[in-house]
């Protein structure tokens, strides 16, 4: 008597002996990966922000002791008359080591006027002294340098800590602008224009007006 096998199992017992003569299970290739490109973040542009601010210096400020890099010490007020440009910068500023040589451009420029020029560093006297000084040294930095102590620092940036940050102060000690941020191309032409105006203005018969 014959047996008969169903066509079903033949076809499985074909199956296995295939896979077993190859000697692996036969898996189909995924299909291929698209290549993963990354973009880089996008950076905001450098600009200029202006800053709102008090509109005269409190006389406790003016008369704020600021320790030079030569040890000396001055204030503010020793330059009354003058119209007083403030930078604040830090040698680890990037933008900072970009604005330096155009507003030292602006510097020579009101050579002997009445306009002086104070760069004051955030950073502390008893650890960057010598990065400090190589600093001014490395980019010919001829504004009178001296360290902004936390609070000077903090009065002067009117509590906002991003530097660089400028202040042209009038001979009447109006802030007639203040502004944070370095931008190439335009620092240099702000700096200069707006000392011409404050220049031009000269003290004010009231310090509060504008």
């Known amino acids: 008597m014959k047996k008969v096998f169903p066509l079903s199992f033949l076809l499985l017992i074909l199956t296995v002996g295939v896979a077993a003569q190859s000697g692996r299970r036969v898996v ?40 030079s890099l030569d040890k000396s010490s001055f ?15 830090a040698t680890w500023c990037g933008p900072c080591r970009r604005e330096v040589p155009d507003y030292e451009r602006v510097r ?4 002997g006027k009445a306009v002086e020029f104070i760069g004051l560093t955030t950073e502390d006297p008893r650890t ?11 980019f010919n930095f001829g504004f009178r340098l001296g360290w902004a102590d936390r609070e000077m620092a903090h ?3 009117n509590g906002r800590s991003v530097i660089p940050q400028t202040l042209v102060i009038g001979a009447d000690g109006r802030i007639v602008a203040h502004w944070n941020g370095y ?17 031009a203005e000269g003290p004010s018969s009231s310090p509060q007006s504008r």
């Open 28 to 67: 189909n290739p995924p299909p291929p990966r698209e290549p993963v490109i990354e973009t880089p973040p996008e950076r905001p542009p450098e600009r200029l922000a202006p800053i709102a601010e008090v509109s005269v210096l409190p006389a406790d400020l003016l008369n704020h002791e600021i320790k």
């Open 75 to 89: 204030r503010l007020s020793d330059f009354n008359g003058h119209v007083i440009v403030v930078n604040i910068w």
């Open 108 to 111: 020579k420029e009101y050579a």
């Open 128 to 138: 960057a002294s010598d990065k400090v000084q190589q600093f001014a040294r490395e």
């Open 155 to 157: 009065l002067l940036m």
């Open 183 to 199: 931008a190439s191309g335009q620092s240099r032409g702000r700096l200069r224009d707006t000392i011409a105006r404050a220049l």
